[in-house]
């Protein structure tokens, strides 16, 4: 049977015990992937250098999309800014909101919060939450109507350009075969013997990205910028 929102459940589940089970991702060609221990995506203190240096560009209002366990947030808010998260959890809602962050539950490929902001944050691999190229190019046209003129984007992927493992490089071949994008995955978390819902998940290779960031009114102006052995 599958556990609902088991990446939040997870992510309570170490905030209320401080163990967790591991964390895994099972791709729809049965391929079990090794995630992070589930302490990174609820600890602060697991910032990567990279991760800060991009966040100092964060300035005013700021939404942090997909927000999580609030980990960025509360960097964020702890550099005085204004922070609110969003995210469909309501374990990782009430993570964040233990940790002050105003947080909003909706699912952010139908409804976004009514405010103006001024920075918006996709961490976390976020510029692959929207799951497909087409609901990426809607929410970056939909976050015009949520942002101030200069507002920023700050996001963070994987390119699947760079992708050198033979299992990778072969789910890419079964995407071209299955007329679907190179980036596309489509995969559930996985702990032990507990299982999550299938979903789409993108990774979008800077080229795209600047073609649908042109195309939805946005510019690429930093990066990408690669952490070391990383894609
Ligand atoms: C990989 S986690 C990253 C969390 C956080 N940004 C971080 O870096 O720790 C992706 C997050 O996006 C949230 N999420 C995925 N799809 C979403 C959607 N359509 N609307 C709102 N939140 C979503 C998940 O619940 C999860 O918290």
């Not at 469909?88 to 993570?95: K, V």
């Not at 994008?181 to 979903?199: A, D």
Request: with cysteine; charged share 25%; hydrophobic share 30%.
């Amino acid at each position: 049977m599958e556990t609902p929102d088991l990446f939040g459940l997870l992510c309570r589940e170490y905030f209320e015990t401080g163990t967790s089970s591991p964390l895994q991702l099972e791709r729809d060609d049965g391929t079990i992937i090794d995630d992070y221990p589930i302490k990174h995506y609820v600890k602060e203190a697991s910032l990567r250098p990279l991760e800060k240096e991009y966040l100092e560009l964060a300035r005013g209002k700021v939404l942090d999309i997909g927000s999580g366990t609030g980990r960025i947030a509360q960097y964020v808010q702890q550099r005085g800014l204004d922070v609110s998260g969003v995210d469909f959890s309501e374990h990782l809602a009430h993570i964040s909101r233990a940790r002050n962050i105003h947080t909003y539950v909706m699912d952010v490929k139908r409804t976004l919060p009514d405010e103006t902001y001024d920075s918006i944050l996709l961490f976390g691999n976020g510029l692959g939450l929207p799951g497909t190229i087409d609901e990426l190019t809607h929410l970056l046209k939909r976050l015009q109507e949520n942002t101030a003129e200069q507002a920023i984007i700050i996001g963070e992927g994987n390119d699947p350009t760079r992708m050198k493992e033979e299992s990778d490089l072969h789910y890419q071949k079964r995407n071209l075969h299955l007329c679907r994008y190179l980036g596309q995955r489509n995969w559930r978390i996985r702990s032990e013997s507990r299982t999550g819902t299938y979903f789409n998940w993108l990774q979008v290779e800077p080229s795209l990205l600047e073609k649908i960031a042109h195309e939805t009114g946005w510019q690429i102006l930093k990066g990408p910028t690669y952490d070391e052995g990383s894609q």
